[in-house]
């Protein structure tokens, strides 16, 4: 097996996906550093790699594949030793996709980035409320959807559950989860927590995020 590399930084949400999705299969991997804060992801180097800038992207044998959704479903496809983070009945992969896309559309992009990019770009450190509202429909959704189920999209742990799981807990940076009115979703993340891999592959990255944040003295507007 040529030896894989992972491009970026802890903090991020998405890269925090790759590295549970890795540690999950128990793939070796070498992670290098590009930090974004310090705009490493637009040099000239990295954007042979990536001409889209983003962080994760991955390194296997040459080729450069980015986006954490696109990665997860490419890693456990070829180093899974089965297809249970990834399921190939049609079905459940449907279930599982639409979980990524919800991630990728709703709760990175609608919820999270729509906030941290003027925040990190414009210095803009009052957050309009409507930014607030989203997070919270958000929880709404990710309660609703773990009815009956302990995992996000069914009975079992996909790569789904990383996804969403590395951007919520860098949400709760700014909007605190409810234990009392999100309960399944508080069981769901205490169970994430019991991964043996999550302190070292989500909960550290997911603390420098916080405290990055808590740094912005961010206000939600009244
Ligand atoms: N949908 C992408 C989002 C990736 C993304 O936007 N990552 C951020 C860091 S959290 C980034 O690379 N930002 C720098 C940029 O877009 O130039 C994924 O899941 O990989």
Redesign the pocket.
Known sequence: MTKLILYG?EA????R?AKLTLAALGVPYEFVEVN?LAKE?LSEAFLKKNPQ????TLEDDGHFI????AISAYLVSKYGKNDNLYPKDLLQRAVVDQRLHFE?GVV?ANGL?SITKPLFASGLTTIPRERYDAIIEIYDFLETFLKGQDYIAGSQLTIADFSIISTLSSLEAFVDIDPAKYTRVTAWVKRLEQLPYYEEANAKGARTFTEIIKKTNFKFAS
Do not use: I, K, Y
Request: aromatic share 10%; glycine share 0%.
């Open positions: 930084l991020s949400p998405p890269v996906t974004t992801n800038h983003t962080v994760p980015w986006d954490s959704h990728s990175f980035r």
